[in-house]
């Protein structure tokens, strides 16, 4: 299986901060990495899919880069609202597994 | 609109047997795959395996296999995962999930809680 490490695993930061979290994974899956946002005690939202296609609907503040091995979420301005666990998942070699996660907080 | 409704939440007791269901409208059920994933307590997403309805093609994770059963019935527009022999280990959230053309879940049902206790 592919194993996904992010980091960090939490990180605390104010509004209207740029934030950025890391996927990396254990070999290379191309750009075959998705991000999603889970709220406290709701459902998982896909945010970001193909490394760097945003889904619809969600925030222009949210953007995400990589391949190969290297991935990065990036919330340009922090909001409130934004205070969520944050998942890579790689979508390139079956089984598909997801990162461990990172948890933001606002400060 | 794309929905996925799931099943409601369950109470069993170890070695008992479960069968939860998701089903979908909005969409053609039969052309996309549907995953269902799993999170235990305070803990992050695992995923399970999919299945695809048109077919009923099916991969599951290797931590899995064997001790679920993953199955649908398109007539229904309907998903199902099942255990033969629950365990408190499997206490969890289990979210069932549209996979899109690129592979990620886009569209998500609410969760099924699962408490499995003596």
């Known amino acids: 299986d592919i194993q996904l490490t992010q980091s960090p695993s939490f990180l605390s930061a104010s509004v209207g901060d740029r934030v950025t979290i890391t996927c990396r994974a254990s070999?290379?899956?191309?750009?075959?990495l998705a991000w999603y946002q889970q709220r406290p005690g709701k459902v998982p939202q896909l945010l970001i899919y193909?490394?760097?296609t945003l889904q619809s609907g969600v925030p222009s503040r949210f953007s995400g880069s990589g391949s190969g091995t290297k991935f990065t979420l990036t919330i340009s301005s922090l909001q409130p609202e934004d205070s969520a666990a944050y998942f890579c998942?790689?979508?390139?070699?079956?089984?598909?597994?997801f990162g461990q996660g990172t948890k933001v907080e606002i400060k | 609109e794309v929905q996925l409704v799931q099943s409601g939440a369950e109470v069993k007791k170890p070695g008992e047997s479960l069968k939860i269901s998701c089903k979908g409208s909005g969409y053609v059920f039969s052309t996309f795959w549907i995953g269902w994933v799993r999170q235990m307590p305070g803990k992050g997403l695992e995923w399970m395996g999919i299945?695809?309805?048109?077919?009923?093609?099916?991969k599951y994770s290797p931590s899995f296999q064997g001790l679920v059963t993953i199955s649908a019935d398109k007539s229904i527009n309907t998903a199902y995962l099942q255990w033969s022999g629950l365990k408190a280990s499997d206490t969890a959230m289990y979210y069932c999930?549209?996979?899109?053309?690129?592979?990620?879940?886009?569209?998500w049902g609410q969760g099924t809680l699962v408490a499995v206790s003596s």
């Open positions: 999930a549209r996979q899109n053309a690129y592979g990620p879940f886009d569209f």
């Open positions: 299945i695809y309805p048109g077919d009923s093609d099916i």
């Open positions: 998942q790689q979508v390139n070699n079956y089984p598909w597994t």
């Open positions: 070999q290379g899956i191309s750009t075959f």
């Open positions: 193909a490394a760097s």
